[in-house]
């Protein structure tokens, strides 16, 4: 197996990931994955494509992620590795990873973005105080 790549998008956040041949170790912009999401649920998120796949400790994962917050992060992070080891089966030759991560829902990328600021309110939909005099 070479390095296989894959990009996953949420929300304002890009991440591009680099899957190789390892031991499962995982490293987000040069840190280490603990510290760069130090909240357990986001770590959860990221890596349910491994579990689903039981590959949590075959491949090492190098993440360069851009823009959004930390959530936005994770979830565009859970799209591209599930990408990423999907690319990888079917170079493999094999075809069982992708319906295990498809009925997972974890090949659909989440559409859901800030709706936009509407003129004469404060944000998208809440409006200035009411005075009646």
Known sequence: MSMIQATGRRKQAIARVRL?????KITANGKEFEEYFPSAVHRM???EPLRVTSTTDVYDIDVT?????KSGQAGAMRLAIARALVVDDEAAG???VRPQVKKAGLLRRDPRKKESKKYGLKKARKAPQFSKR
Do not use: F, K, M, P
């Open 20 to 24: 190789s041949a390892g031991n499962g």
């Open 45 to 47: 998120e990221i890596t």
């Open 65 to 69: 992620l851009d823009g959004g917050g």
């Open 94 to 96: 094999s075809d069982e």
